[in-house]
């Protein structure tokens, strides 16, 4: 194999890293925003927790509302729950239409029935 006697040709270096006044504004701003960010990002966020589970809590009854890990009501097994759910299918007769809507106004009323007097009934 021969030598090859071309000439490489070098690559240019400046000696110095040239940034422009705008661009060395533009990276100083970017980094400050960072740093506040960064700085501001807890209080602010405990803060705006505070706000938004404190939202309304000057009435009485938005209190009792708002779950809570101690509030919450579980499903009672004993009382029983309405079923709701019907089958409607796509070739159905008027008459098995009729009994399905029946079928749920009965249930509908026997649940509201028995779920107490302490019920706001319309």
Do not use: W, Y
Request: charge should be positive; proline fraction near 7%; hydrophobic fraction near 40%.
């Amino acid at each position: 194999m021969e030598p090859d006697d071309a000439p490489v040709p070098k690559l240019p270096h400046g000696g110095k890293f040239k940034l422009s006044s705008a661009q060395l504004m533009r990276i100083a701003i970017t980094a400050s925003l960072l740093v506040i960010i960064i700085i501001a990002r807890k209080p602010c966020s405990d803060s705006m927790g505070k706000f938004v589970t404190g939202f309304g809590s000057g009435s009485a009854g938005s209190n009792a509302m708002m779950p809570k890990p101690g509030n919450v009501d579980l499903p009672n097994p004993d009382r029983g729950t309405v079923d709701t759910d019907e089958v409607l299918g796509s070739n159905m007769t008027q008459a098995e239409f009729d009994a399905i809507r029946a079928r749920a106004e009965a249930k509908a009323r026997a649940h509201r029935d028995g779920a107490g007097s302490g019920s706001n009934a319309r």
